[in-house]
């Protein structure tokens, strides 16, 4: 089975501050880790995934994350927030070894970066 | 490309009725997953296809939903009849197959209110 987890519902930064949204997973083989960020009334955006390598991961809109394998964790990171990336945003995990190909989410984490 | 393509946008209807959400995956994508988000539950996988096959449908909520994909362009998710507790944004995702590493791209759902 797979799952993952998002122990903070929200998270409040003040811009310019670091900001970072935690992650973590359960797998039974070894995972492909993925975040997406969804803004008001709008589909999921994908942001960045880790499949394998090099464990420092970098994506869209200057977001990075940090795949850790003994700490079960893929924290979602950014040096220097903005009042535009206030948004949800979702950590998703698969097995490698699990057949089918769907993802699971975890329950998201409301950013909110004040000015 | 358009991107993956919902319709309609938003759908008001009686309880009772039947309601029809489609969807236009990115060309070239192999499989299809259709997700329901509310704030009570979060973010929910309920059926997805492969090659326009139903792989998984456990997460369904009651058999008066229902999911077909006739061709690899075209997928619909019908419930009859709607309850006001299906009221939901329905969103319709795609991806190419390929092991799972492949990231999901998100329409921008349907936002169903059952009165």
């Known amino acids: 089975a797979q799952s993952v987890a998002q122990p903070e519902d929200q998270v409040n930064v003040a811009e310019g501050n670091p900001l970072t949204v935690k992650c973590t997973y359960s797998?039974?083989?070894?995972?492909?880790l993925f975040w997406y960020v969804q803004y008001p009334n709008r589909g999921l955006q994908f942001l960045l995934k880790y499949i394998t390598g090099d464990n420092l991961v970098k994506g869209s809109y200057g977001f990075e994350a940090e795949f850790n394998k003994s700490q079960t964790s893929f924290h979602l990171k950014k040096p220097s927030a903005l009042v535009s990336d206030s948004a949800l945003y979702f950590c998703a995990v698969r097995d490698f070894k699990a057949a089918g190909n769907k993802l699971t989410f975890g329950g998201g984490t409301r950013v909110l970066v004040k000015p | 490309d358009a991107g993956v393509i919902q319709s309609p946008r938003h759908e008001v209807t009686e309880m009772g009725q039947e309601v029809t959400l489609r969807c236009k995956p990115i060309s070239g994508h192999n499989s299809l997953f259709w997700y329901r988000q509310t704030m009570m539950r979060g973010l929910e996988l309920l059926i997805y296809?492969?090659?326009?096959?139903?792989?998984?449908d456990s997460g369904m909520p009651e058999d008066r939903f229902s999911a077909k994909m006739p061709n690899a362009s075209f997928s619909t998710l019908k419930i009859q009849p709607s309850e006001p507790r299906d009221s939901a944004v329905y969103f319709c995702a795609s991806s190419p197959l390929g092991g799972g590493a492949h990231e999901q791209y998100f329409g921008p759902g349907t936002r169903l209110t059952v009165t």
């Open positions: 296809f492969n090659n326009n096959v139903p792989i998984d």
């Open positions: 797998v039974s083989g070894n995972p492909y």
